[in-house]
């Protein structure tokens, strides 16, 4: 069987391959990886009726053109959602739908304030070897994804066999977008941190900058640096996801997926599993306060988010409810028996 | 000596940070090695993972399997359960000579070190090469390692400046101790050469060689011989000697 899958016409930003992340390997220096924002990883395998753990391309600022090779690929677009065409034709993000061989896909910018990081799910995922177990980039150390980089021009993206032929489907999303207030348990060397810095902490209202990248994310606020009570040279330490550093300039930042895997800056608080997906997909100059919670709220806060991850397949629905829709579906190549068996389920 | 009980953090909600102290000798980091095989032999359902660091062993976990205050109490019945303080080193330890060319462009700031250590490049050679280093911690990048502790004379601050990309096999120093690194990083350590050997290398067969307790003894070679020995490890030879340490 011949090779089947997307080449990439124009990259766009810092477009990587990305599944779920390659724990594990901390003790020997490994950074976790995997996409910032799982819960869109779980929602295009979702829409395409596939495993979790199969890999993306998580897109960053620009998107980018895809154009399908070798025959019809399945794909869906999930995250932050970009401009998104084919063959100059609108699509819809959240939705499934055909590459026809020869067709472009041409994702532009971001739409403003849908958030940072956006997913295009190929049927089959991207047939890239398991390094350590995964299939995340691993952008520093330079291995995993396509050749351990970013996507360029010419590169080709093979998909893996593709059982499933649905497409036309998308789903409702259960989570609120840009919250106003992230949860966090206090941090390891909080203890480090006045009482009156503490409140000040979660008093203050804090805006994402663009200093982000895979790593962490910077923010800035109003007021006086973050200080802790006696001078600090930690030896370093463990870190974990969602950790929020206080460096020496006293302002925050949190750690996200490509985090180094121990670090030597006190770390005030750590957001809660659950908050974090949407805490990372902020655009810059969102505002947010962080509001401690108690670590049995985090759990059930926790508890709820599998819940959420593990309803979406069941929550896919079909697109077609209007006159609107059937326009749509003609237009991107999912009229003509390609979905028509499933449109019953519903 | 006098030691505060260890601590347990929440690190998250999917983490207890078991912190034996700030402190970096060696019976901290016996301490922190027999625990973590402690905590990974009991095979607990919920536990992720584990990672020692110098002073510490991180117990990741996931509270829907495992309930974080039941695993507390397993974490705090294990820490009574003996003097961990008094840990023997972990068996199986390896002694690893690792050949390193100093200065040069490999270790650009060789002179500033010698410098600040009141000592001749020869002599900030000789020193580092004198005693074996203990491996205590791999951390901050894959097959990037912590030894320690060298002397007194070598309680240097990081550099002001951040060098953006030191290539593999760099090996640089600060706070008494010497980082080698496996792959480009940045780093504020003062870069005083570099070497063959990685620590972590897909092409090889075995991509991780280094564990935390073995020991490294640096030993100067010269440009020739770096570029014979770098042939060789990219044909996937270690080129570090290696011998048990009984």
Not at chain 1, 56 to 61: I, N, P, Q, R
Not at chain 1, 154 to 178: I, M, N, Y
């Amino acid at each position: 069987m011949t090779a089947r899958g997307l080449i990439v016409r124009q990259a766009g930003l810092a477009a990587s391959v990305q599944d779920l992340g390659r724990p594990g390997y901390q003790r020997q220096g490994v950074a976790e990886g995997g996409a910032v924002d799982p819960r869109a990883l779980v929602a295009g395998a979702a829409i395409l009726g596939q495993a979790p753990d199969l890999a993306a391309v998580e897109l960053v600022g620009m998107g980018g053109q895809y154009e399908a090779f070798g025959g019809a690929v399945r794909v869906a677009l999930t995250g932050a959602a970009f401009k998104a065409s084919l063959d100059g034709r609108p699509v819809r993000w959240n939705t499934s739908f055909v590459i026809e061989p020869g067709q472009v896909l041409a994702l532009g910018g971001c739409e403003p304030d849908s958030g940072v990081y956006g997913y295009l799910h190929l049927g089959g995922g991207i047939e890239v070897p398991r390094v350590l177990g995964s299939r995340s980039t691993h952008l520093r150390a330079v291995f995993g994804g396509h050749q351990g980089r970013l996507l360029r021009a010419g590169d080709r993206l093979v998909a893996g066999p593709d059982a499933a032929g649905k497409v036309g489907l998308t789903f409702d999303s259960p989570w609120e977008e840009h919250p106003k207030v992230v949860r966090v348990l206090w941090g390891v060397q909080a203890g480090e941190f006045a009482p009156a810095e503490r409140e000040r902490f979660t008093a203050t209202t804090f805006t994402v900058t663009p200093a982000r990248d895979r790593m962490g994310m910077k923010l800035d606020f109003q007021g006086a640096p973050f200080v802790t009570e006696r001078s600090l040279t930690l030896i370093s330490d463990a870190v974990v996801l969602g950790d929020v550093q206080i460096p020496g300039d006293g302002k925050p930042i949190v750690l996200l997926a490509d985090r180094q895997p121990t670090g030597g800056y006190p770390r005030l608080a750590t957001v809660i599993t659950a908050d974090l997906p949407a805490l990372a997909q902020l655009p810059a100059g969102a505002r947010f306060r962080f509001q401690p919670v108690s670590e049995a709220m985090a759990v059930e806060a926790l508890k709820r988010y599998r819940h959420e991850l593990g309803g979406l397949a069941a929550a896919v629905r079909p697109v077609l409810r209007s006159l609107d829709d059937v326009a749509y579906l003609l237009s991107v190549n999912l009229i003509d028996g390609v979905i028509s068996g499933d449109m019953d389920d519903q | 000596m006098i030691s505060e009980p260890p601590k347990l953090h929440l690190a998250g909600d999917t983490a207890w940070l078991v912190d034996f102290g700030e402190r970096t000798d060696d019976a901290v980091n016996n301490a922190v090695i027999a625990f973590d095989a402690h905590v990974r032999a009991a095979g607990l359902a919920g536990i992720v993972e584990t990672a020692p660091t110098i002073r510490s062993v991180l117990v990741r976990f996931d509270p829907l399997v495992l309930a974080p205050e039941r695993l507390a109490e397993r974490l705090q019945a294990w820490l009574t359960e003996r003097d961990w303080l008094a840990s023997e080193p972990p068996a199986g330890r390896k002694r690893w000579f690792v050949p390193v060319h100093y200065g040069g462009e490999d270790g650009p700031d060789l002179a500033e070190v010698a410098a600040r250590l009141g000592m001749s490049e020869a002599e900030v050679i000789a020193d580092h090469g004198r005693a074996a280093q203990r491996v205590r911690m791999l951390g901050f990048a894959p097959g990037f390692v912590y030894t320690g502790m060298l002397g007194e004379a070598w309680a240097l601050p990081r550099r002001n400046q951040v060098r953006a990309a030191v290539p593999p096999g760099s090996i640089a120093v600060a706070v008494r101790q010497t980082v080698l690194t496996s792959t480009t990083v940045p780093t504020g350590w003062w870069v005083i050469g570099k070497s063959p050997f990685l620590a972590f290398d897909l092409e090889r067969e075995r991509p991780f060689l280094l564990q935390a307790g073995d020991e490294l003894v640096f030993e100067a070679i010269g440009a020739e011989e770096a570029a014979t020995l770098l042939a060789r490890a990219h044909a996937g030879e270690a080129v570090a000697r290696v011998e048990p340490i009984a």
